[in-house]
């Protein structure tokens, strides 16, 4: 994605976690950053933080990470926390350590519990992020689960209806579809983000979720290539399918 604004070149590179300006100053000197393939000295001028001046430039012969702005898809594998602080492996750290040092830094466009696997959507776009998690959106989110018993057969009535309350909750459920896979296994659409709301709907008409996998966000889907623990940068065509089906 474009900045679309005019920055000091040191201080570009240091918010994208390359080092702090000093550096970034050496790593100039020693012909380390090009620009076109011939080296860059002068770090203290302003660039264009565009696309078509990121393509141009390479630090130690690789391309410029993505610039701010940015939004990524992550394949979150089992076992790992959306979290920065918890203990235990964390998702953050399945990207680039570079990444973790960015200014703005990556966050979770929500979060996906410890026992649930899938797709993940990060961004350093807070304005997105908003966008996507705002209840008024109702961005559907599609999530595969496999369940402890055979499904009874009412299920997606029950889900559909509108009516479904949770355990220690006053309001119910928005209407949600379900498409039954095989005897004990579903696809599951929602347009909400209760607290653990797959697992407790499936709860509360006499089911345990056994695995759940998050295959879609909106119209994005994960690709089916994307193995748990990789991640993809997202062109703006990608992030305009997270809204198509709101």
Known sequence: MSAGKSVRLDRLLANLGYGSRREIQILARTGRIRLDGAPLRDVEQRVA???AFAARLTVDGEELDPLPGVAVMLNK???VTCSHKEAGPLVYRLLPDRWRRRDPALST????????SGLLLLTDDGALLHKIISPRRQIA???RATLDRPLRGDEAEVFASGALMLEGEDKPLLPARMKTLGDAEAALTIVEGRYHQVRRMFA??????????????GGLELPDDLEP??????GAEEVARIFADS
């Open 77 to 79: 594998p089992l076992g």
């Open 204 to 217: 509360a008409v006499g089911n345990h979720v056994v695995t759940l996998h998050r295959v879609s966000v």
């Open 141 to 143: 989110k599609t999530y």
């Open 49 to 51: 933080a565009d696309d």
């Open 109 to 116: 466009v929500g979060r996906l519990d410890k026992d649930t």
């Open 229 to 234: 623990g990789e991640f993809a940068v997202l």
